[in-house]
């Protein structure tokens, strides 16, 4: 029998029973659309992490306590301001070197508050991290010595706070009561990890360690001069600290490795997300799977006939087979369709990131058609088996 | 003399049926050679349909020869079976089995599917063969919009379409009056004549078996008695 004649036949015999088939075809269409939203959604919260890394800055060098791992707890640092020094001398460049001490706090200024990012940094972070100034001027290295109570603002948290009046100058409390003198604002810069940058403010980080108690930084920020110094850096660094505070470890990476990890996580994460969804598409295929013997034995009479007229084992075969293949690539496309469709609507309309790729479409169309015939196949063989004798007596 | 259409030597079919062995056909010997009219008659359980499953290969004989056009079934692929039967036999049934939502030319047009015809040819030949049994103006009927004989004149011309060196028609008459059931029957004579199709008739009535040529009676599986009316009328066609 030829493919256009047994596709002819399986497109009637799903036509009879309309009813019967759409609500079985049903189960792969949310089996195929589930997989297509879960994959656009990891793709795109993995795309979103690739560009706001990215967007850190080049050639930066991530210096923190313990090993890097994600997700595994937050090592406190034994890291201080000294270490800048020290790091200075083995580097060569101590104004390639921030730090970092964060917290979060609540701002006012008169009645206007909100709640910021205590960034705790040295002079050189807005270098390293190339933030461009809006207005005023960033903190110094004698702001930083002399621990004075001067603040950076975010553009959101100076818009918040000061409306379109010009923060310079003005004077606001931070956590409560210590109270800090504006002297610039930050330009926008936009979201990293769905924290927006813009709404943090900058100190000395002496005075916020005052501010806290403490004397450690959470972490350094060290720009290597090119690309290819990197990884020597990363080296030396480590070394250092490792020798300085003996016994304990220390990570030196760069955005590229961050985002080697976390693309890593997120892409088994999505790999999970669509493992959960393609049960519910094999589901699907058991349903498929169920109707096509129902098919088989109220059509036992007309594969009789067929044999009986000459249709061989693989004729009948290739018919049901036919059958079940078409009943989940129809499914499987109206599930594309539909999945795409909620994929750009989440895009759209919610700030979850989802991102549709050409694959994951084609990759959906011969899923379903793999378990059309994987499913179909049971009862496809079936079909093919009957006896022509009992078949054509069956009632 | 010719190749036999059709030639049984001692054949024997057992079945197993729950663990037990049932014989259905005790060495049957029968030929049937080309443009025959033969009438194969018995009381159910009599062995006759299990002859005609054979005869038509929708069956292996347990024991003995079976050839078809010359060819011994023995040794025949499912698939290379499936091939003989399209090829030579054509097939009409007590119940019509046409295709029901299926018109009157794609059902008779259904063994050539199995052929690898075109479209064009299958359309071509069911036309013709409908317009043969006399339907040439029921092409796109349905069987549901036919009387029952027009139904099995529909399975006739399914039957003939392949151009088959025997029609084996299983109690043809059955679900039909007797107006209509002698109508069929001077149909399947006049195909006979025409074209020189050998028919094997199985039936249990009578009066539709005198109008065969050669009445073969089945009786427990074995053949009683193998009448033919006047012996000069053969190859008198």
């Known amino acids: ?395 | 003399m010719s190749t036999p259409a059709l030639e049984a030597v001692d054949v024997t079919r057992t079945y197993r049926m729950e663990g037990v062995d049932v014989t259905a056909l005790h060495g049957v010997s029968l030929r049937i050679d080309e443009g025959e009219f033969v009438a194969i008659l018995g009381p159910s359980g009599s062995g006759k349909s299990t002859l005609m499953h054979l005869l038509g290969c929708l069956d292996r004989p347990t024991t003995g020869v079976l050839r078809i056009g010359g060819r011994d079934v023995a040794g025949l692929s499912d698939a290379a079976l499936a091939e003989l039967r399209n090829a030579r036999v054509g097939f009409v049934f007590q119940s019509f089995h046409l295709l029901a939502r299926t018109s009157a030319r794609d059902n008779v047009a259904l063994p050539l599917v199995y052929r690898g015809a075109s479209r064009k040819e299958r359309h071509r030949r069911a036309a013709d063969a409908l317009a043969a049994v006399g339907l040439a103006h029921r092409l796109a009927h349905r069987p549901g919009q036919l009387s029952g004989g027009e139904q099995q004149r529909v399975a006739i011309a399914r039957a003939l379409v392949g151009d088959p060196g025997v029609v084996l028609a299983d109690e043809p008459t059955g679900n039909l009056d007797t107006r209509t059931g002698h109508d069929v029957m001077d149909l399947l004579e006049r195909l006979n004549r025409d074209r020189g199709v050998a028919i094997v008739l199985v039936t249990h009535e009578p009066d539709i078996a005198e109008r065969a040529r050669r009445r073969v009676h089945l009786r427990d599986g074995r053949m009683e008695s193998d009448e033919r009316d006047d012996p000069p009328e053969r190859g008198e066609r």
């Not at chain 1, 791992?69 to 020094?85: F, H, N, Q």
């Not at chain 1, 594969?303 to 036919?322: N, S, T, W």
């Open chain 1, 1 to 395: 029998m030829r493919f256009a004649e047994s596709f002819r036949v399986a497109l009637d015999a799903l036509r009879v029973n309309r009813l019967r088939s759409v609500l079985t075809m049903f189960g792969v269409v949310v089996g195929v659309a589930a997989v297509v939203v879960l994959v656009a959604i990891g793709t795109g919260a993995r795309d979103l992490v690739r560009s706001e890394i990215e967007g850190l800055g080049s050639n930066i060098v991530f210096v923190a306590p313990g090993e890097f791992t994600l997700g595994s707890a937050p090592t406190i640092s034994r890291m201080t301001l000294d270490d800048v020094t020290y790091l200075g001398r083995v580097t060569g460049d101590e104004d390639a070197i921030a730090v970092a001490l964060n917290s979060g706090e609540t701002v006012r200024a008169g009645r206007a508050e909100t709640f910021a990012g205590i960034v705790g940094a040295n002079q050189n972070l807005r270098n390293v991290f190339d933030r461009p100034l809006r207005r005023g001027r960033y903190l110094s290295e004698a702001d930083v010595e002399t621990r004075r109570r001067v603040v950076v603002l975010g553009s959101d948290v100076a818009r918040r706070l000061f409306g379109d009046a010009d923060p310079v100058g003005r004077q606001i409390s931070v956590a409560g009561g210590t109270r800090f003198r504006v002297v610039g604002v930050l330009a926008e810069v936009g979201q990293t990890f769905g924290q927006t940058r813009d709404g943090e403010v900058h100190v000395p980080v002496t005075t916020a360690q005052r501010m806290f108690g403490v004397d450690r930084v959470d972490y350094l920020a060290i720009r290597a001069p090119t690309k290819d110094a990197v990884p020597r850096l990363q080296a030396e660094v480590v070394d250092a600290l490792e020798r300085k505070y003996r016994g304990e470890r220390f990570s030196a990476i760069t955005q590229t490795q961050l985002l080697g990890t976390i693309g890593t996580v997120l892409g088994a994460l999505t790999g999970v997300l669509a493992a959960i969804a393609a049960i519910s598409l094999l589901v699907g295929g058991v349903g498929v799977s169920n109707i096509m013997l129902v098919g088989v034995r109220e059509r036992t009479r007309e594969i009789g006939l067929r044999k009986a007229l000459g249709a061989r084992q693989r004729d009948v075969l290739a018919q049901f087979l036919m059958e079940a293949v078409l009943l989940t690539t129809l499914g499987g496309t109206a599930g594309i369709a539909l999945g795409t469709g909620a994929a750009l609507a989440i895009a759209e309309l919610s700030p979850v990131p989802a991102a549709v790729t050409w694959w994951s479409p084609a990759l959906a169309f011969a899923v379903s058609a793999a378990v059309g015939v994987f499913f179909g196949v049971v009862p496809a063989r079936r079909a093919g088996r009957l006896d022509p004798v009992i078949a054509l007596r069956a009632e």
